[in-house]
């Protein structure tokens, strides 16, 4: 046994030593293969694999400055106690404790550095769920390809992102960080973000790892609250939220984040079923999962575990590989197979799980290859970024509301007033997990603004009120700019601050006192814009009711004053659709386009139904709406057989007409519905969309293939079926306004 471990360690020192480049051969050669793996498996000790599954955090310097090792961290580095580091950010700082781990350590183990690259890196493109306003698959593998580009060239080797959860609670402040209400957008914008992430495949020096997040159901949290309970059924669990992490593991994703909350009384971190029985066994998952910041640990506050031993007990039996920033691992591990409570087997597993990502990622063959500062300076804000993040931030724009065609607005009016908190914030343009993004490099709408009109447009800036502060101060200085100006641009919203983890909030509607500057400057009567600039959906039913224009603009990343001119002005457009529901008031959260029928559906002229006294039950603006500076029209609804064939695929096809003056794009988008089945099912469930852009009168057929799967449901056995009936397919720029088709499913 010792000649063996001394031969075995002898090969594998041999392989990992990176400081002689005649070894480089023979380190690619060996570099993914599992001979190479098992080899450094079995000359680890247990604290050595314990370290390979724990993260720890790089100590916090800021927004968009990474942070700093400290001493006992670089410690614990040349011990081979820690195998990844998270906001550790620039190619000259990771290469330098990168070294640290395979010049100093044992086993010369290079580390993986992790970082939220969310919505860009240092180039801040829109938050996600304005990216999936733009319904554009392609626009959003760009966003992440860049974000990819820079994140890579600073260090970096893995993002915590995409985030995929299915939100249909708007006071939950991630709703922000993911692609809405809808699993199958959901779906198609994971693929899209894990392709343009990974590129052509982690290894290359501008791809990065992929990860999936949070798994699963965690936009599911009960009364909007972060990191609160989940009580679905496992049919609602498979039917609305895996389908996007599915979507994300068939796309390549490499790796996988437990989720904070609890299912069904087991917290994800800790859920068996979840992590291995789905994920590996159903989906045949080969990466590995990480928990998210101190789950582990918090399995006590969960109450199913009584000491951090049996803490990291129940996490690695359940399949979370990686412990972030906890010592559960670290310290449980050792302990608990010591005392026979954990075969070494399950350490191994999870031990190599997390090698041959690093092995996949190239780092083995070159540790250092992530850590270019050449590389670093050309790519951090070069031009082509900030161009595709003006693109991308155009495309997510959303028109809600536009009477009278107050916009576009011409170039060279005489006087623009400009009012709002946040028409001049940087820091709010870039919206929470803004990577490295610093509010100096963001355009700003009042920027965007100078910058597009003429130069004998005089432009009149007020603040008016702070975001949620709830001093009417300045309402007379706004006011008297409002009478004095030929149109009116009033900013309101959010802070970036309102949104993201930890920002739940009870009520939707315009904080501080924002809806009485509102109402003060509309007073005025002068033409209005009401561009709002928010994480979530919010309640402005009075603004829908009074004010002429309204854009949704999320947070549009560095490019938003560019972006928010090109529109505003006429030079673009707006195509983006609302890929969540905007409800009237917060009370009748949680609100989506495809529910379930009831028994007694609301009806406005009975009584016994199901609604409320003192309001619809529609939402204000649905899911998929949105209005354009031009009309579309849609006619030739054609299936290619009123039966489904048995090729298994149907072809429907509709004619898609601009039949107004202006260039835009429109967004059509296929829906179905099952009337009749085993199974209650949607009133509508999205099944395709593609953007097309039409000059004036210019008309397009667009064709949607439908196949069987998307017909399928879970019946009642918990098995996917399709049964057969009759369907309804609803074509439209709206899952409301639509034209309709029958046909039959037989068996």
């Not at 039913?541 to 854009?551: K, N, T």
Request: charged fraction near 20%.
């Amino acid at each position: 046994m010792r000649l063996s471990y001394v031969s075995v360690l002898t090969l594998a020192l041999c392989v990992l030593s990176f400081a002689s480049p005649s070894t480089a051969g023979e380190r690619s050669g060996l570099k993914g293969s599992e001979k190479f793996i098992d080899s450094l498996v079995a000359v680890m000790t247990v604290e050595e694999k314990a370290g390979q599954l724990t993260q720890y955090s790089a100590q916090w310097q800021g927004l968009g400055s990474g942070g700093r090792l400290s001493p006992e961290q670089a410690e614990q580095i040349r011990q081979g106690k820690i195998g990844s580091l998270l906001n550790l950010l620039g190619a000259e700082q990771t290469r330098s404790v990168q070294r640290m781990a395979v010049e100093e350590s044992r086993l010369k183990i290079p580390l993986m550095f992790g970082y939220d690259v969310v919505h860009g890196y240092r180039t801040v493109f829109p938050i996600p769920l304005a990216e999936a306003s733009t319904w554009d698959p392609a626009a959003v593998e760009l966003s992440t390809r860049v974000a990819a580009t820079e994140a890579a060239a600073s260090g970096i080797h893995w993002t915590f992102a995409p985030m995929v959860d299915i939100a249909r609670d708007p006071r939950w402040g991630r709703i922000a960080e993911g692609s809405g209400e809808d699993p199958y957008l959901g779906s198609v914008m994971a693929a899209a973000r894990v392709r343009g992430f990974q590129g052509d495949g982690p290894g290359t020096p501008t791809s990065i790892i992929a990860c999936a997040k949070h798994f699963a159901a965690y936009g599911g949290a009960e009364g909007g609250r972060d990191y609160n309970t989940v009580d679905i059924s496992e049919r609602t669990l498979r039917e609305t939220y895996l389908p996007p992490f599915e979507a994300a593991a068939r796309a390549g994703a490499w790796t996988f984040m437990a989720s904070f909350n609890e299912i069904g009384g087991v917290p994800s971190t800790a859920n068996r079923f979840l992590l291995t029985e789905i994920l590996r066994g159903e989906w045949k998952f080969e990466g590995f999962v990480v928990s998210d910041w101190g789950s582990v640990t918090e399995l006590r506050q969960h109450g199913i575990a009584g000491t951090q031993a049996e803490a990291a007990l129940a996490g690695i039996l359940a399949g979370t590989d990686m412990d972030m920033e906890g010592s559960c691992y670290r310290d449980g591990i050792p302990q608990l197979v010591k005392e026979g409570k954990l075969p070494m087997s399950v350490v191994d597993e999870a031990v190599r799980r997390v090698l041959k990502i690093k092995a996949r990622a190239g780092l083995f063959e070159d540790p250092y290859r992530y850590c270019d500062t050449a590389r670093e300076k050309a790519a951090i804000l070069a031009p082509a970024h900030r161009a595709s993040a003006r693109e991308v931030a155009r495309k997510s724009i959303v028109l809600l509301k536009n009477d009278r065609s107050i916009l576009p607005l011409l170039k060279n009016l005489g006087c623009i007033a400009v009012i709002g908190a946040l028409a001049d914030s940087g820091n709010d343009c870039l919206g929470p997990w803004a990577g490295a993004g610093r509010g100096e490099d963001a355009v700003t709408l009042l920027a965007g603004i100078k910058a597009a009109v003429s130069p004998e447009t005089h432009l009149v800036y007020e603040q008016g009120c702070d975001v949620t502060g709830i001093s009417t101060a300045g309402f007379s200085a706004a006011v008297n700019a409002a009478r004095g100006a030929d149109a009116v641009i009033l900013v309101l919203g959010e802070s970036a601050s309102m949104s993201g983890e930890a920002k739940s909030r009870s009520s939707i509607e315009l904080p501080g006192v924002q809806q009485q500057l509102l109402e003060a400057v509309h007073a005025v009567g002068k033409p209005t814009v009401l561009v709002l600039m928010n994480g979530r959906p919010l309640a402005i039913p009075w603004a829908a009711e009074h004010v002429g224009a309204i854009l949704e603009t999320w947070f549009l990343g560095v490019e938003t004053g560019h972006a928010l001119g090109d529109v505003l002005f006429g030079d673009v457009s707006p195509g983006g659709k609302l890929p969540v529901s905007f409800p009237r008031a917060t009370g009748q959260i949680p609100i989506h386009y495809n529910h379930k029928q009831t028994g007694r559906p609301s009806q406005d002229t009975v009584l016994w139904t199901s609604k409320y006294l003192d309001l619809p039950t529609t939402p204000l603006y649905s899911f998929g709406y949105g209005l354009s500076y031009t009309t579309f029209a849609y006619s030739n609804l054609t299936l290619s057989s009123s039966t489904f064939p048995a090729s298994d695929t149907m072809v429907v096809t509709v004619t898609v007409r601009n039949t107004g003056s202006h260039r835009g794009d429109e967004i059509a988008q296929l829906y179905i519905q099952d009337p009749v089945a085993s199974i209650t099912r949607p009133v509508r469930e999205l099944r395709g969309f593609k953007r097309v852009t039409l000059a004036a009168g210019e008309a397009q057929t667009v064709t949607f293939p439908l196949t069987r799967g998307a017909l399928a449901f879970y019946g009642l056995d918990m098995k996917k079926i399709v049964e057969p009936g009759l369907f309804r397919v609803y074509v439209g720029g709206n899952p409301v306004q639509t034209l309709t088709a029958d046909f039959t499913l037989q068996h």
